[in-house]
């Protein structure tokens, strides 16, 4: 754990430069008075990112000790840095810091008493401790007494690093230390790097506590339903778990326990291109006082927000506090899930709008983790581009994923749990001659399987995939549950859909499958 006596020691979370804690309305007059923000015409705070609107996974290290108590995954994901080179970019941010105003948020990730970890985040930006305050689980005055932090996040845009001095790839660099407890961040302004390490810390040391540690959102019905939406950014987490008939128990990041799920988070995060209130009510609603924005173009003089504009990204954000969703669950914990959906945003076209999977193919498919890198999530993408990350979340995973797919796979068989896979990307043709998923249908198929509507529907299997497709559901036209049917040049469909499966069968020897799970891929007739 880090000691605060060495940040105390240059000032930093003490004295004038200092703000230790500070309100969502102080925090935005210091935003505004810094210069790094205004205000919109619906009262949230918007901000640019700079450079940076996505985050920067070739930058990010984790710090390589002998001795550590976990069994990190090495690899192009989780890149070492010696404990030299991190203590390096330390003085320098820490310097930083010690000689520049900065803001301090003490507060939590975890709903849950048992599980949750104390954090900080010291950050240069006064918009960024806004960030957080509003994402992460603030505490009461009663618990602010007795904070003990177990993870510090240190960051400062400001710096660069020098890769022939600091050992990283770039000016920019995330960079996670388990022995000493802290996250150094700099080079990038982009918030979410913020929020997205301490998902990967607690993605770390769950498992060895017996949780598992999902990417994905969560709601719940009036029955105490849960039901669970795994998905990168851009597939749907958000958009299809804030549904006006169910609560939600958060968006991004859970834990599933012997006692059912909970929340990391305290704020949700959401995608706001072409944010139409008629759409996505719940989400409009939320952006207000003490909402964020990132990267959204507001007009001048009305300061109303544009989000149909790509002027600086399409991964335009808004970060806001769970409450701001009217039927959120506060604290954010649910029982066992009943109903989990795999959601991919499939640019070839070729998935289907939903299907039913068995537990094998569960598995196969949680480990495949297929799906498209959509614009502006990661820097340098600017279309969809086919990839796979596996559980869903590649980037943010630092142990074997063997780990966390037996997990998954032992969750399941014991809580009879029904899965589905969910194409939220193309129909019609691939990206560029098809066309989006209609959200409406999206939504309804959705509702439909989480409600139990597709469990006495007939189905017919995919011939190439072998996943079950129905053949009705009610408020969907039939002809689009099959995606076969809405290309107009079915050959061509055929064809699609063969590299895609070649795909996937190349991607299945990246693990030591088991036999029943590799049978429940895909199959190359002919």
Request: net charge negative; with cysteine; proline share 6%.
């Amino acid at each position: 754990m880090l000691d605060t006596r060495e940040l105390e020691a240059l000032g930093i979370g003490r004295g004038e430069r200092a703000y230790v804690d500070l309100s969502p309305a102080e925090l935005v007059e210091h935003a505004i008075r810094r210069g790094e923000a205004q205000l919109t015409s619906d009262g949230a705070l918007t901000a640019t990112t700079g450079q940076y609107t996505g985050r920067s996974p070739k930058d990010k290290f984790v710090v390589q000790r002998a001795g550590s108590p976990y069994e990190i995954f090495w690899g192009k994901i989780n890149q070492p840095i010696s404990p030299e080179h991190y203590q390096g970019l330390k003085r320098k941010v820490m310097t930083y810091l010690a000689e520049h105003e900065h803001f301090v948020f003490n507060g939590f990730a975890g709903a849950d008493p048992k599980y949750r970890m104390p954090l900080r985040v010291v950050s240069e930006y006064a918009w960024h401790s806004l960030f957080v305050h509003q994402l992460f689980l603030r505490p009461t005055l009663e618990e602010l007494r007795d904070h003990v932090p177990e993870f510090t996040i240190l960051s400062a845009p400001s710096i660069h690093a020098d890769p022939a001095e600091d050992g990283t790839n770039s000016e920019t660099f995330v960079v996670l230390d388990f022995e000493e407890g802290v996250i150094l961040i700099g080079g990038t302004e982009y918030a979410g790097e913020m929020k997205k390490s301490i998902f990967t810390v607690l993605n770390t040391r769950l498992p060895y506590q017996d949780v598992l540690p999902m990417h994905c959102s969560a709601n719940i019905g009036e029955q105490g339903d849960v039901a669970l939406f795994f998905g990168l950014s851009g597939t749907g987490k958000t958009t299809l778990s804030a549904d006006p008939s169910r609560r939600l128990i958060g968006d991004d990041e859970h834990g599933w326990t012997d006692r059912g799920v909970f929340n990391f988070e305290g704020g949700c995060y959401a995608k706001c291109i072409n944010l139409s209130q008629a759409a996505e009510p719940q989400i409009w609603d939320a952006i207000r006082f003490g909402a964020v924005l990132e990267n959204v173009v507001v007009e001048e003089g009305t300061r109303a927000p544009d989000y149909a504009s790509q002027k600086y990204t399409e991964n335009t954000r808004a970060a806001y506090p769970v409450e701001f969703i009217p039927n959120a669950v506060i604290p954010g914990v649910g029982g066992q899930p009943t109903t989990i959906l795999f959601l991919t945003a499939d640019a070839t076209g070729v998935l289907p709008p939903i299907s039913r999977l068995d537990e094998a193919q569960a598995m196969y498919h949680f480990l495949a983790g297929y799906t498209s890198k959509l614009a502006g999530t990661e820097r340098g993408v600017t279309e969809p581009s086919p990839t796979f990350s596996t559980c869903f979340g590649e980037p943010f995973w630092t142990l074997a994923p063997t780990v966390y797919a037996r997990m998954l796979g032992e969750r399941i068989a014991r809580h009879n749990v029904q899965v589905f896979l969910v194409n939220t990307g193309w129909t019609g043709g691939p990206y560029g001659e098809g066309k989006r998923m209609n959200l409406a249908y999206t939504r309804t198929m959705v509702q439909a399987a989480i409600a139990g509507k597709l469990r006495d529907v007939s189905y017919e299997e995919h011939p190439v995939f072998g996943i079950a497709m129905p053949t009705s559901c009610p408020g969907v036209p039939s002809e689009v549950l099959n995606p076969r049917n809405t290309w107009q040049d079915k050959e061509r469909y055929d064809v699609q859909a063969k590299a895609l499966a070649e795909k996937f069968q190349e991607n299945a020897k990246r693990f030591d499958l088991d036999p029943e799970v590799a049978a429940a891929g895909p199959k190359i007739s002919g």
